[in-house]
Nanobody, 114 residues
Framework: VQLQASGGGLVQAGGSLRLSCAAS????????MAWYRQAPGAQRELVAG???????NYADSVKGRFTAFGDGAKNTIYLQMNNLRPEDTAVYYC?????????WGKGTQVTVSS
């Protein structure tokens, strides 16, 4: 099982990026998808995650700006990030839970310049 994240980069404040995370192997990433991020010197934090009821919960800091969604046919999840701020700068990780445990992508760097 592998999760491959991509789409990070350098963007100016106010810009947008879309992260992707494609899963290969025996798991379906969409039902229990989540995105985390870790800024330098900070702990890893949940950005967006699907609840058992199927809803997507967002961190207060990204509500209204980020949207997480998935494509089951492609076994891929996405994080659309709009109106980016310098404080969004971090390494972003995709994650999913499964009967065999949690799986994490390697992370993709997002840098937002002011």
């Amino acid at each position: 099982v592998q999760l491959q994240a991509s789409g990070g980069g350098l963007v100016q404040a106010g810009g947008s990026l879309r992260l992707s995370c494609a899963a290969s192997g025996r798991i379906s990433i969409v039902p229990k998808m989540a995105w985390y991020r870790q800024a330098p010197g900070a702990q890893r934090e949940l950005v967006a995650g699907r609840t058992p009821s199927g809803e997507i919960n967002y961190a207060d800091s990204v509500k209204g700006r980020f949207t997480a969604f998935g494509d089951g046919a492609k076994n891929t999840i996405y994080l659309q990030m709009n109106n980016l701020r310098p404080e969004d700068t971090a390494v972003y990780y995709c994650m999913t839970d499964s009967p065999w445990g949690a799986y994490w992508g390697k992370g993709t760097q997002v840098t937002v310049s002011s």
